[in-house]
């Protein structure tokens, strides 16, 4: 599966170039690349690319993330709750 993936990106990286879009050296080293990168590496990549497609962002999201996030390890640190781990996280969604 992961092959595949990678001739898709190499079959569009060779029609690109057929039809004269020659990509920059770049571009070129981040599609030789991909497949030295590990799963978690490519997930993070994509979602970074994913992200800066996004053409506008409503005001305010990052602050509430922040404000969420900071609410939540008070929380944590407080002992108002308690962490659940993953392998109790990945049992309670299969059951």
């Given amino acids: 599966m992961q092959y595949e993936k990678i001739a898709v990106c190499a079959r569009i990286y060779l029609q690109l170039q057929i039809v004269g879009i020659d990509m920059s050296i770049n571009v070129k080293q981040v599609i030789e690349s991909i497949k030295e990168l590990s799963s978690q590496d490519k997930a993070l990549v994509a979602h970074c690319l994913i992200s800066s497609l996004e053409s506008k962002q409503e ?18 640190e407080s002992g108002t709750v308690k962490g ?6 990945k049992k309670s969604i299969k059951n």
């Fill in 84 to 89: 659940v781990s993953w392998q109790t996280l």
């Fill in 59 to 76: 005001d305010g999201v990052d602050d509430a993330w922040a404000e969420l996030a900071e609410k939540r390890y008070l929380e944590l």
